[in-house]
């Protein structure tokens, strides 16, 4: 009842969206003499900013076509190298460019699509071969398809990095994981080291990452400990409806995972809308562009599969069973000890309300028989959440000390 609720909300709201476009469209328009009354452009403003809040929202596109290589515009061509049912593993190919470090971006099942990522994406693509993985919204695979859980997403990446193969030197690609994906990351690192696996990654980038969340805990950790297992079974898993393919998937929506980060914010989240307003109505169409293309993103969300965001809320914020060396790939122990020469980079934001200090670092601690010279800890003064691997920060501070580790553990 939930998921047909919200569809039907979403319908009626589109309809509301499309009628404010063009109300607002009207107000602007030259030809109406009522666009030229004191309070006209103010109610216009005002009905966009409606209109794209209130607006569906699909699977964004990526967009990048080009990157520069030391002053030369190079195309950029996106690939599919592996397709499976619930994510496919996608190459931005540089045209003419061989050669470089490859790196493979694992992007969050949490609510977003790898798109989030964009940004992080376009800083590497002049200095790497990026790979990155794009997971499918759940809602849209159907239920011949089989469950999606903590262990698929394991092997998943294992089967990416697989794709990937090794290099001339016979070692394996660089893996950079964004916030959640740093447990399963760290997890496929330890499997494939303990097998002997050649195309295990050179180098691990863990960013924001829960790894251990009884270290300064979050409001987030604090959601996730408080109420019991059933809860989150009962208030946060609802039916795919029949109007998708996925219809009868139990899922978590993608609109109950937007909810709640809105909800965190919501403040912040206000002023962005009214700064949006107020650079309408002065007619400034830059300003408030960049908000709405902030917000294009944020909004565009994706379902994630019941099993597997209940076994995540399990074993990585509530029984917290990698750190305490608990955590089974299919019936095996996952062993942070098997890790012994993949370069471990732990990366924390300092104002981060997601993941606190320490949750991330708690990989470098935990890999016991790796050599200190190929662990490393970043920590971004200032940095949220986001900011560790989107914006300037990201662009200025993080990205070249990622560029450093893979050239360092090139060897």
Same mark, same amino acid.
């Given at each position: 009842?939930?998921?047909?609720?919200?569809?039907?909300?979403?319908?009626?709201?589109?309809?509301? %969206?499309?009628?404010?476009?063009?109300?607002?469209?009207?107000?602007?328009?030259?030809?109406?003499?009522?666009?030229?009354?004191?309070?006209?452009?103010?109610?216009?403003?005002?009905?966009?900013?409606?209109?794209?809040?209130?607006?569906?929202?699909?699977?964004?596109?990526?967009?990048?076509?080009? +990157?520069?290589?030391?002053?030369?515009?190079?195309?950029?061509?996106?690939?599919?190298?592996?397709?499976?049912?619930?994510?496919?593993?996608?190459?931005?190919?540089?045209?003419?460019?061989?050669?470089?470090?490859?790196?493979?971006?694992? &992007?969050?099942? %949490?609510?977003?699509?790898? +798109?989030?990522?964009?940004?992080?994406?376009?800083?590497?693509?002049?200095?790497?071969?990026?790979?990155?993985?794009?997971?499918?919204?759940?809602?849209?695979?159907?239920?011949?398809?089989?469950?999606?859980?903590?262990?698929?997403?394991? /092997?998943?990446?294992? &089967?990416?990095?697989?794709?990937?193969?090794?290099?001339? #030197?016979?070692?394996?690609?660089?893996?950079?994981?964004?916030?959640?994906?740093?447990?399963?990351?760290?997890?496929?690192?330890?499997?494939? *080291? &303990? /097998? #002997?696996?050649?195309?295990? @990654?050179?180098?691990?980038?863990?960013?924001?990452?829960?790894?251990? +969340?009884?270290?300064? @805990?979050?409001?987030?950790? +604090?959601?996730?400990?408080?109420?019991?297992? &059933?809860?989150?079974?009962?208030?946060?898993?609802?039916?795919?409806?029949?109007?998708?393919? #996925?219809?009868?998937?139990?899922?978590?929506?993608?609109?109950?995972?937007?909810?709640?980060?809105? %909800?965190?914010?919501?403040?912040?989240?206000?002023?962005?809308?009214?700064?949006?307003?107020?650079?309408?109505?002065?007619?400034?169409?830059?300003?408030?562009? %960049?908000?709405?293309?902030?917000?294009?993103?944020?909004?565009?969300? *994706?379902?994630?599969?019941?099993?597997?965001?209940?076994?995540?809320?399990?074993?990585?914020?509530?029984?917290?069973?990698?750190?305490?060396?608990?955590?089974?790939?299919?019936?095996?122990?996952?062993?942070?000890?098997?890790?012994?020469?993949?370069?471990?980079?732990?990366?924390?934001?300092?104002? /981060?309300?997601?993941?606190?200090?320490?949750?991330?670092?708690?990989?470098?601690?935990?890999?016991?028989?790796?050599?200190?010279?190929?662990?490393?800890?970043?920590?971004?003064?200032?940095?949220?959440?986001?900011?560790?691997?989107?914006?300037?920060?990201?662009?200025?501070?993080?990205? @070249?000390?990622?560029?450093?580790?893979?050239?360092?553990?090139?060897?």
């Amino acid at each position: 009842m939930l998921y047909d609720a919200y569809e039907f909300q979403r319908s009626m709201l589109a309809g509301a %969206s499309a009628m404010a476009t063009f109300s607002a469209g009207l107000l602007q328009n030259p030809a109406n003499p009522w666009a030229y009354l004191g309070g006209g452009s103010v109610v216009a403003s005002a009905l966009e900013v409606f209109a794209h809040a209130a607006a569906p929202r699909g699977k964004p596109a990526f967009g990048l076509t080009h +990157t520069v290589i030391e002053g030369v515009e190079v195309p950029i061509h996106e690939e599919i190298v592996l397709q499976k049912p619930f994510g496919q593993l996608k190459r931005f190919r540089r045209e003419g460019v061989e050669g470089g470090p490859r790196l493979l971006i694992v &992007a969050p099942m %949490s609510g977003h699509f790898a +798109t989030l990522l964009r940004g992080t994406v376009e800083r590497m693509l002049p200095v790497a071969d990026v790979y990155i993985t794009d997971w499918r919204d759940a809602k849209l695979v159907p239920l011949w398809e089989g469950r999606f859980d903590l262990d698929d997403y394991i /092997d998943y990446l294992i &089967a990416f990095l697989e794709a990937i193969g090794p290099d001339a #030197g016979g070692r394996g690609a660089n893996m950079l994981a964004v916030c959640q994906p740093s447990v399963p990351c760290y997890a496929a690192t330890a499997l494939m *080291c &303990a /097998d #002997g696996n050649p195309c295990r @990654p050179r180098t691990l980038t863990m960013m924001g990452g829960p790894i251990d +969340t009884r270290e300064a @805990p979050t409001a987030v950790n +604090t959601l996730a400990t408080e109420r019991p297992h &059933a809860w989150f079974e009962q208030n946060a898993i609802a039916t795919v409806p029949m109007t998708y393919p #996925g219809a009868g998937r139990k899922v978590y929506p993608g609109f109950l995972q937007l909810a709640g980060f809105m %909800s965190m914010n919501l403040g912040n989240h206000m002023m962005s809308h009214w700064e949006m307003f107020k650079h309408l109505v002065q007619g400034d169409g830059e300003g408030a562009a %960049s908000t709405k293309a902030f917000y294009e993103e944020y909004r565009s969300v *994706c379902d994630m599969t019941a099993e597997f965001y209940l076994q995540t809320v399990d074993l990585v914020f509530q029984t917290h069973a990698l750190p305490r060396g608990e955590m089974t790939h299919r019936g095996r122990r996952v062993d942070p000890g098997a890790i012994t020469d993949v370069g471990l980079l732990a990366i924390e934001g300092e104002r /981060d309300d997601i993941s606190g200090l320490g949750q991330t670092k708690a990989a470098l601690t935990l890999a016991t028989a790796l050599a200190e010279d190929k662990k490393r800890y970043l920590m971004v003064e200032g940095a949220g959440h986001y900011g560790i691997f989107n914006g300037s920060k990201w662009r200025n501070r993080v990205a @070249p000390v990622v560029e450093e580790w893979m050239a360092a553990n090139a060897g």
